[in-house]
């Protein structure tokens, strides 16, 4: 890795013919190559200009896209009195020095374009990308304390939140891929990542599930089930018609404004909360049942979130602290003290409203005393806090926005507004679609099963379509990674509808995730096709004038910019930043492979121009293939090569 250190980078720029490269305080030119681009730039304008020289820097960006060039000098941004930019852009053109890293700068209003040579960008850029790999892209000292010496911040990503009696919903998998691309992108940026998978697994529905496991579930009854995971749903389900009833008693004496104490204490209702009562209390039968439900649920999703290439480092859940009562104590103790809670019709509750903040009243217990979801959340999050000792915590939850900003609120309010401030809830809209699998409860699986199942008739259907090799091998990793890049494709506001002979398809907006998989195969394919590779030596020194015209050109300047799109993808937390980069780089790509397949009848041999001209290009396909699979990687995706 030549130019991996600054020593390595200036012997590296010199043995190319170029200067010693200038240091700027905001330069980072060992993970950005722009930043090669921008300090010659910079260094450039600082021999015309009388200004700062950290402010000539911060007067040049990156072009919004490539058709509007590489680098813009905002002449407004230098602030030189009695100056207009307009005026300054023509008289500064005229007098530019040539840089054998930039074509002749151009005015444009107030701006000067420049344009990266297309001569030398490869000389510079396929070995800079070479020389890094899997680490191009990544920014490792971002995740840095402020003290270097501390180490790594941590950050806890907590994500997906199933419920261990409930279906698993459209909106669960969203936001487990969702959180598995916040967990990769944090990872990129050097910080230590805790992947938590908090369980629905307390209060009254696990005493609904607990009541009908204790009638229905006889010894001989569970030796019979080859699932119990879709037991115990299936089982909640039947609960849940059963109880349906009372719910409905209940709604509709609320609406004729009866009195509903007594249809509380009776029933199947009763007998729901008389159970759950058991666990809190810790009665060892209730306990026994809880733990063996618990410890079926994180064996089925161990294993089922692997398919989603998703480990947890933890799964915990509402009961962690419900079942520790130092922790609910020292939260309801600071409420108390702060006279931040009060009664209200039987319950303890929290009146947002009357702290400076619209956000209404919550209740921290119920009249039956219970714990509720708010309580449980604040608990959690000094829990993790004297566990993990964190330095950011991000939620990823579908909705429930007002719920967190209430948790964020209550700890703000307890006196710990620095922990407060550590806390981010990433959220998008609740899906529309209907339960996908037929016939009986969602799980996890039933999703998977069926992309996996879609992707194998859609590739058995019409193989020309499907050029992979091995498709009864690859359909679950392919189907899987369709639904990986149409979750993240979804903008906070979209709807979540899921077709899976659309996403099997490499045709249309929902397919374009298999589209782009099978272009990835087809590089994969051009780089093994090539005899020997050169090596790092001789990486440099190639022919690169093949390249020198779009769209080659083009998609080398492509690459340049994927750290730029990583670091606006971390900033924001967008997973569509780098998505959408990937398929502009696809785009561009697809032109290359198309010129390329229609010049194959020309001269072959290892001396012969066609030879040379082939070589080069698959230098630049290796070093597309890898940002591409470093992309991919932070998406959650696993790039399929055959």
Same mark, same amino acid.
């Given at each position: ?54 402010v000539i820097y911060n007067s040049i960006q990156l072009s919004k896209t490539i058709e509007d060039g590489d680098l813009d000098i905002v ?143 006889? !010894? ?9 995971? /879709? ?21 509709? =004496? ?15 209702? +009763?007998? /729901?909360? =008389? ?7 810790? !009665? ?7 733990? %063996? ?20 480092? !933890? ?33 303890? @509750? ?36 004297? &566990? ?88 679950? &990793? ?49 780089? =093994? ?6 090596? +790092? ?34 900033? %924001? ?45 698959? @230098?630049?396909? !290796? ?13 959650? @995706? ?5």
């Amino acid at each position: 890795m030549a130019t991996s250190s600054l020593p390595g980078l200036q012997a590296f720029v010199a043995q190319i013919g170029l200067e010693p490269l200038q240091t700027f305080a905001k330069a980072d030119t060992l993970n950005n190559p722009l930043d090669i681009y921008h300090s010659y730039l910079a260094e450039s304008l600082q021999a015309l200009v009388e200004c700062d020289p950290d402010v000539i820097y911060n007067s040049i960006q990156l072009s919004k896209t490539i058709e509007d060039g590489d680098l813009d000098i905002v002449l407004p941004k230098l602030k030189l009195d009695g100056i207009k930019p307009k005026e300054l852009a023509f008289e500064l053109v005229k007098t530019f020095p040539p840089h054998p890293l930039f074509a002749a700068p151009f005015p444009d209003s107030v701006h000067i374009r420049a344009l990266f040579s297309t001569k030398n960008a490869p000389r510079l850029l396929l070995p800079y990308v070479s020389d890094r790999k899997a680490t191009y892209g990544k920014f490792p000292a971002l995740g840095l304390q402020d003290q270097p010496e501390s180490g790594n911040k941590k950050v806890i990503v907590e994500f997906a939140r199933p419920n261990i009696a409930r279906p698993f919903t459209i909106d669960h998998l969203r936001s487990s891929i969702l959180g598995a691309y916040v967990s990769n992108i944090h990872e990129a940026m050097g910080y230590s990542v805790v992947r938590i998978n908090y369980l629905g697994d307390w209060g009254k529905n696990l005493g609904l599930l607990g009541m009908g496991w204790q009638k229905y579930s006889s !010894e001989e009854n569970l030796n019979e089930q080859t699932d119990l995971f /879709r037991y115990i749903h299936e089982l909640y389900a039947k609960m849940e018609d059963e109880i349906q009833p009372e719910h409905e008693a209940r709604k509709k =004496a609320l609406q004729d404004g009866q009195d509903i104490s007594a249809l509380e204490t009776q029933g199947l209702v +009763a007998k /729901r909360d =008389a159970t759950f009562k058991q666990m809190e209390d810790s !009665e060892p039968v209730a306990m026994a049942l809880w733990e %063996k439900i618990r410890a079926i649920s994180i064996e089925y999703y161990t294993e089922t979130f692997s398919k989603l290439s998703i480990k947890y480092d !933890e799964y915990s859940g509402e009961s962690r602290v419900s079942l520790d009562p130092e922790a609910i104590a020292h939260v309801e103790s600071i409420l108390k003290e702060k006279d931040l809670w009060e009664e209200k019709d039987g319950a303890w @509750v929290i009146d947002f409203d009357k702290h400076g903040t619209r956000l209404g009243t919550a209740a921290i217990r119920d009249r039956h005393g219970s714990t509720t979801y708010l309580l449980r959340d604040i608990a959690t999050v000094f829990d993790r806090l004297k &566990t993990h000792d964190f330095d950011k915590m991000v939620y990823v939850v579908c909705e429930q926005d007002v719920h967190f900003r209430q948790v964020f609120k209550a700890v703000e309010l307890m006196g710990r507004g620095d922990v407060a401030s550590k806390l981010q809830h990433i959220t998008f809209n609740k899906s529309n679609s209907p339960v996908l699998h037929p016939g009986g409860v969602q799980l996890l699986g039933d999703i998977l099963d069926q992309c996996e199942n879609h992707m194998r008739e859609a590739m058995n259907l019409d193989p020309d379509e499907y050029q992979i090799e091995n498709r009864d091998t690859v359909a679950p &990793t392919l189907g899987i990674n369709s639904l990986i890049l149409h979750q993240l494709s979804l903008k906070k506001g979209d709807s979540n509808n899921l077709d899976f002979n659309l996403l099997a398809s490499p045709t249309g907006d929902m397919g374009s995730g298999t589209n782009l998989q099978l272009c990835y195969a087809k590089l994969c394919t051009e780089i =093994a096709g090539v005899g020997s590779y050169p090596s +790092a030596e001789e990486i440099p020194d190639l022919d690169y004038s093949s390249l020198s015209q779009p769209p080659y050109s083009d998609l080398l300047r492509l690459i340049a910019r994927y750290p730029v799109a990583t670091q606006s993808s971390f900033e %924001k937390l967008d997973p569509g930043i780098i998505l959408s980069y990937i398929f502009r780089v696809i785009d561009e790509l697809s032109e290359c492979l198309a010129i390329d397949e229609s010049e194959k009848g020309e001269g072959k041999g290892e001396s012969s121009s066609a030879a040379l001209k082939h070589l080069a290009r698959v @230098v630049l396909y !290796e070093n597309v293939r890898q940002v591409l699979e470093n992309g991919l990687k932070l998406l959650g @995706v696993t790039p399929i090569s055959q």
